[in-house]
DNA sequence: ACATTTAGTTGACAAAATCAACTAATTATG
DNA sequence: CATAATTAGTTGATTTTGTCAACTAAATGT
């Protein structure tokens, strides 16, 4: 790998950074911060499951985590009950309006993408796609 | 674009999210925090060059900028004199220690980035920068 | 000349994240 | 079996990060 790739990387990394940022402060224009919405995403898709296995995925300090269950607790997006198999987790799941106010940002987000992307050509968006596939891929077997 | 375009997009952001951060965690093994990382690799780039201009490039609250200048200044790494064009504004300056730190983050960044892909084969790299590549060039026809 | 804008600073605050101590339940080990 | 070590989750304290608004002083526009 010669000096020229590398920069080549870390100039890709700054712009997809720039990117990124861009969709997740749009997230911001929901009443949920971008790590609740993260909790929300992980949860949705792994329900019903503990807080120690959404930690698993979203990668966070186990109090804070703590916090924002309290929190999605307070406002009804989400109901615990005691774990049978272990009896220090809860078992969580999103309420029907924790599920909504989940579809909600959801498809804001995806709305999102879409208007980013809106100039594009189907021609363009094919080859992003597959772009991103090859990416995705070829790091897949790097990463750990 | 289809539902599953979208879906896909998304995917990879959520993917290349997490690379983006294990890129930035690892900058934090150094004495400087990410943002002050990103005014270091600005200033270093744009220097001579007055804060207002960093501001364009790296997209903070002027005053959190003031307090991290000014921080650099405290701890040697820059040096400021005001400008000759404008008297409201100073022009700052890397000091020799500013830019030997820079250097010292930046290749310990690059040398993440070559540790992190050193199980790749030369092609797949070549693929990986193609890809990086080809994304950045379609999605800056986009962005804006 | 005066109003408006711009560069930068500062204080007050809010949000995000970390750390360590703690309880209670579970699992491992002699 | 007993007890040590680990794990799930909570909480308080604190730090880090980032935002907002008010302010000074210089520059620019009218």
Redesign the pocket.
Known sequence: MTEKDIQKIRDFNRFYTNIIGLVDNHI?DSPY????ARVLYEMYHHQPC??????LSVK????????I??SFKKSGLIK?KP?K????????VLTSKGNSEFDKINSASANQIESLLSRLSAEKIKELIHCMDRLKRILTTTEQ
């Open positions: 911001l911060s971008l790590p609740e503990t807080a120690s296995e959404v930690i966070m300090d186990k109090g804070y985590l703590s916090r269950i309290k615990s774990s198999e272990d009896g220090r987790a809860l078992l969580l």
